[in-house]
């Protein structure tokens, strides 16, 4: 019996132990100052968040990176964090070490991030936004309108708010590329821009 004893109290002791050690690490990994002593987060995206009202604003409220990007429930934690070691491979073979390796994978990183916040419904958005905690009449018209028509529409953060916190990718418009079927200037009532152009600048030099 005492040695029974014994042993459920050493296996209490151990199993105490090592969930402290493990919710300490899972901790000291869940900080800001981890996510940017990689010089690949510190001197890209961490070096933009801080130009924005994320970072800084009238209230003083500052959202840090795991706030944006590490989910606090427990069990959607541990997906993400082993999700991560992904990245800690990447960092190892050096797949963004330079600016220009970065730059070359901002698109395919953000969307990423932009489809996982769209399966999660904006998650982590939601701990400090939220649509049912919103006072559209303190909001500007524009800002009401939209709101109350992405959430009838169930629409979520991401959808519209790409951006907000980190350069956006660049996106090929194809703009003046051939289009189909284009306008011809010489019809009645369309306007040809290069003639209009001219036309004003004559009108201004007069």
Known sequence: MTRRFAI?????????LFWGGFNTAMEWTNREEFCISCHEMKDNVYAEY??????????????TCPD????????HKMIRKIQASNEVLH??????????KFNAKRAE????????????????????????????????????????????????CI????GIAHTLPSVEQHIGAPKVAPADPTSPGVVNPREEAVRAERAASS
Request: net charge positive.
């Open 8 to 16: 459920l109290s050493s296996a209490f002791v151990a199993g105490i």
């Open 50 to 63: 801080r130009n924005t009202i994320h970072y800084q604003n009238r209230t003083g409220v500052r959202a």
């Open 68 to 75: 944006c990007h590490v989910p606090k429930e427990w069990g």
């Open 91 to 100: 960092k190892i073979l050096g797949t963004i070490d330079t600016p220009e």
């Open 109 to 156: 990183l953000a969307q990423h991030e932009w489809d996982r916040m769209k399966r999660t419904d904006s998650r982590e958005c939601r701990n400090c936004h939220h649509f049912e905690s919103m006072d559209y009449a303190e909001q500007n018209q524009r800002s009401s309108a939209t709101h109350q028509q992405a959430f009838n529409e169930g629409k979520t």
């Open 159 to 162: 959808d519209c708010h790409k």
